[in-house]
Each structure stands twice: as structure tokens, then as C-alpha cells.
């Protein structure tokens, strides 16, 4: 059969011939059971920008999609990411893409049930965590900011306030006692032992609101390391140093 959907019980077979997961629309299942044909729909774009990522089953050929990170540690406002290149199910990832696509594709894969991960209001420790429904973020909390938007940067973990909705297949980071506006992340790779920071710079944030037209593009980049472009506005990089730009 080739029917879709989003909300799986114990009165379903084990076995599907075909499961459709589409981006933004809850999934639940109560049992695990394994799919003939299973499509995993989401637009993911190598733009050197990465995504919180969790879905019901493991990744086959991680590395045809791209790179997974997972929460290894924190020390004050510094938290380190880990590279693995055996993405689990039910396992909350930062995931940067090698390629632009819209859909991972996999059969005969075990999709597992949901019904076992922790919720938002109960945190024992910290790390990340992900959800399949849309929920309202737990204040406190940090998500991350795929892209630079309302001066914040990408590549950034972010306080969330109140009222901050997380769709599904999301991820956010949780850490308790921590306090600060926004982290630093350092990645450790598979190929490196040790963390490398993305962001090596002064953390002192200055505001500027002379036009962006009057630096030179080669001045300037995002915290990302991405080159920016005249009439900019946000947090850029110069010489080292932080700059708002407005």
C-alpha cells in the first residue's frame, strides 16, 4: 500500500510498504515497525548555513547529505559539538548540508516509535533535544539561528524568550543553569581531535550605523565566515572584532 502518514498506532501492521514524512507536519508513533519505501521530504541548502535535525529512524550514508553534529559538552558560554557519522533515530542533531536537497530516501529502514523522548518541561540533563511536533520552545532555552536574521548571526545559539515555536524535526539546546544571551560553538571533527571554533573573535559587540558602502567587501564576513555584501545589516566580523550593523 502506498498510503501517507503522519500519526502511527499498535492497530497498524509492523511492516509498511511505503511511509511518507513530511517537514512541518507531527509525527507519532507508538510502536516501531519497518518501512519498504521511506521518504523523509525537507529543502536543505548548501549555503554554509546548518539545521537542528531529528528524525524516527538512523541515516544510511550520512555523509551523501552532509555533516552531524552532537552535543558533546558546555564550559561557561561555550558549547561543543561532536561529529559523527552514525546519525540515530530519535537523536537530535546540528546538521550542515554537502548539497542541496529536498528529500532523503531510504528502504527497508526501521522507523522507531516516539513515545519515549523526553518532553519540553523536563529536562534531566543537558544536551539537546528534539521534538516532532510544533511546540512552544522552553524559555531558557537555546535555539539555533540557521541564518543571519534581525542581528543574529548564523551559526549562533540563541536564548529563546517566550512564545517561541519550534516546528517538528527540530532541535533545541537546553543547559539549565546557564544564563547567557548567546553561546559560542566550537565543532570537533572526526578528522581533528580537538575543537575548532567558528567564531575565534572578541567577544566585545560594537554598534555601528555608518552605510556598509563604506568597507570593503574583503573586510567583512558573517561569524559563519560568509562574505558579505554591500547594505548588509546585522553582526559582521572586522579585523576581528564584532560589529552591528543597522
Known amino acids: 500500500m502506498g498510503t501517507f502518514f503522519t500519526s502511527i498506532t499498535a492497530s497498524y501492521s509492523n511492516y509498511l510498504t511505503s511511509l511518507i514524512l513530511n517537514d512541518g507536519e507531527s509525527f507519532q508513533s507508538d510502536v516501531d515497525l519497518t518501512v519498504e ?3 523523509f521530504k525537507r529543502t536543505f541548502t548548501n549555503d554554509g548555513g546548518m539545521y537542528t535535525l531529528m528524525v524516527p529512524f538512523d541515516i544510511y550514508n550520512p555523509s551523501e547529505y552532509g555533516t552531524f553534529y552532537e552535543y558533546a559538552s558546555h564550559s561557561g558560554e561555550t558549547v561543543t559539538l561532536r561529529e559523527t557519522n552514525e546519525p540515530k533515530a530519535n537523536t537530535p542533531y546540528i546538521f550542515k548540508p554537502a548539497k542541496d536537497f529536498t528529500e532523503i530516501h531510504q528502504t527497508n529502514t526501521k522507523v522507531y516509535a516516539s513515545t519515549n523522548l523526553p518532553s519540553p518541561d523536563s529536562h534531566s540533563n543537558a544536551g539537546l533535544y ?5 511546540i ?5 532555552g537555546y535555539g539555533y539561528s540557521a541564518g543571519d536574521v534581525s542581528g543574529i548571526a548564523a551559526g549562533a545559539f540563541v536564548r529563546t524568550g517566550t512564545n517561541v515555536t519550534l516546528p517538528s524535526y527540530r532541535a533545541y539546546l537546553w543547559l539549565g543553569e546557564t544564563s547567557a544571551a ?7 571533527d572526526l578528522s581533528n581531535d580537538e575543537a575548532t571554533s567558528i567564531k575565534s573573535v572578541s567577544d566585545d559587540l560594537s554598534v555601528i550605523s555608518h552605510p556598509f558602502s ?11 565566515g560568509q562574505a558579505v555584501t554591500p547594505g548588509y545589516k546585522g553582526i559582521v566580523i572586522i579585523n576581528g572584532k564584532k560589529l552591528f550593523i543597522h
Open 37 to 39: 519505501d521511506l521518504t
Open 136 to 140: 512552544t520552545a522552553p524559555t531558557g
Open 214 to 224: 563604506r568597507l570593503r567587501t574583503s573586510e567583512a564576513s558573517t561569524i559563519s
Open 182 to 188: 548567546r553561546l559560542r560553538v566550537e565543532f570537533s
Open 130 to 134: 528534539g521534538t516532532y511536533q510544533q
